[in-house]
């Protein structure tokens, strides 16, 4: 089992900045994939970014130039770096973990709880 804890969000106006962070324990020598999804009210989660194993990253065209996915030298915590907020970026911001490929959605079998980010204009 892997566990995950996120932190980071909150509320930031149009053009500020987070950083998000999902400590992870438990078995994490067995995971390939990090990820965080988010989830904007009314709408369907969707993965923003990921990062493999291997140090291989993808982000959604939307956040591109603006969103930083890295972690650290253990391997255990992943950060969301969001720079240039909008107001289209407000959601519940999820950690998400697995062992598969980052871009396989029935990869992600572990979730943290959520956090939100809510950007005003």
């Known amino acids: 089992q892997v566990q995950l804890v996120e932190s980071g969000g909150g509320l930031v106006q149009s053009g500020g900045s987070l950083r998000l962070s999902c400590v992870a324990s438990?078995?994490?020598?067995?995971?390939?994939?990090r990820g965080w999804y988010r989830q904007a009210p009314g709408k369907q989660r969707e993965l923003v970014a990921a990062?493999?194993?291997?140090?291989?990253?993808y982000y959604q065209e939307s956040v591109k130039g603006r969103f930083t996915i890295s972690r650290d030298n253990t391997k255990t915590t992943v950060y969301l770096q969001m720079n240039s907020l909008n107001p289209e970026d407000t959601a519940v911001y999820y950690c998400?973990?697995?062992?598969?490929?980052?871009?396989?959605?029935?990869?992600?079998?572990?979730w943290g709880q959520g956090t939100q980010v809510t950007v005003s204009s």
């Open positions: 990062i493999s194993a291997s140090g291989g990253t």
């Open positions: 438990g078995r994490i020598f067995s995971i390939n994939a």
């Open positions: 998400a973990a697995g062992r598969g490929p980052v871009l396989a959605g029935s990869t992600y079998d572990y």
